[in-house]
C-alpha cells in the first residue's frame, strides 16, 4: 500500500533553518511529481511547493519562495524540504503529498500523516 | 491567483441527512481541476473527489461532486457518523489553492 512517512519537524527559532523528509513507498516514485502542503495550528490547507518526478522543475507558493527549498532522492524514495529564514508564520503541520499524475496538473491522492514545525524563541 | 471561497463555514446536519457544500471560484478553474478532501481531528487529509466529480479509489457512492467554471458542489447524499469532518475543496489547473474548510457537524 502506498506510503509517505514524514519527519524531521521540531521547535526552531527564529532565522533558523531545518529539513523536513518524506519518505515513500508502495508506488513508483519516479513517477509522479511531489508537494509539500503545510497547515498552521487551527486554520486551513496552504499549498507550499511541487516537484517535478525527476526533480528538474520546482514551483513554490508565494510565502516560501527564496527561504524554501524542495528537492528529491529517486535513489532513496525520498522528497525533502529545505526551510531557511524560518519566521513564527512558518508554524504548521507539513504533510507531503503525491501527485496523482506524473504531470502538475493532478490532485493530491495520498497524504502522509504530516510533522509539525514550531517556529519560536 | 485563484480564491476559493466555501459555504457555509459550518453546517449542522444529523446523521442520514443530506449535506450540501459549495466551493465557488474567483476565475473559472481550468479544465474542472477541482478536487474535494476531507480531514478529520488530528488525521491528514483525505482525497473524495477529483475532475470535478470523479471519485477517488475506495470513496463511498454517497460523496459526489459537480460544476464547472466557477461554481462546484459536494454532496453527501445520507451523513454517516463519520462523516463529520471539515471538507476542503482545491484547484489544481493554476498553481494551487485551497478554499477555507466546511465544518459538517453533528446536529
Known amino acids: 500500500q502506498v506510503q509517505l512517512v514524514e519527519s524531521g519537524g521540531g521547535v526552531v527559532q527564529p532565522g533558523k533553518s531545518l529539513r523536513l523528509s518524506c519518505v515513500v513507498s508502495g508506488f513508483t516514485f519516479t513517477s509522479h511529481a511531489m508537494h509539500w502542503v503545510r497547515q498552521a495550528p487551527g486554520k486551513g490547507l496552504e499549498w507550499v511547493a511541487v516537484i517535478s518526478y525527476d526533480g528538474s522543475n520546482k514551483y513554490y507558493g508565494d510565502s516560501v519562495r527564496g527561504r524554501f527549498t524542495i528537492s528529491r532522492d529517486n535513489s532513496k524514495n525520498t522528497l525533502y524540504l529545505q526551510m531557511n529564514n524560518l519566521r513564527s508564520e512558518d508554524t504548521a503541520v507539513y504533510y507531503c503529498a503525491k501527485s496523482g499524475g506524473g504531470g502538475y496538473r493532478s490532485q493530491f491522492d495520498y497524504w502522509g500523516q504530516g510533522t509539525l514545525v514550531t517556529v519560536s524563541s | 491567483e485563484i480564491v476559493l471561497t466555501q459555504s457555509p463555514g459550518t453546517l449542522s446536519l444529523s446523521p442520514g441527512e443530506r449535506a450540501t457544500l459549495s466551493c465557488r471560484a474567483s476565475?473559472?478553474?481550468?479544465?474542472?481541476?477541482l478536487a474535494w478532501y476531507q480531514q478529520k481531528p488530528g488525521q491528514a487529509p483525505r482525497l473524495l473527489i477529483y475532475?470535478?466529480?470523479s471519485r477517488a479509489t475506495g470513496i463511498p457512492d454517497r460523496f459526489s461532486g459537480s460544476g464547472s467554471g466557477t461554481d462546484f458542489t459536494l454532496t453527501i447524499r445520507r451523513l454517516e457518523p463519520e462523516d463529520f469532518a471539515v471538507y476542503y475543496c482545491q484547484q489544481y489547473g493554476s498553481s494551487y489553492t485551497f478554499g477555507q474548510g466546511t465544518k459538517v457537524e453533528i446536529k
Open positions: 476565475q473559472s478553474v481550468t479544465s474542472t481541476y
Open positions: 475532475g470535478a466529480s
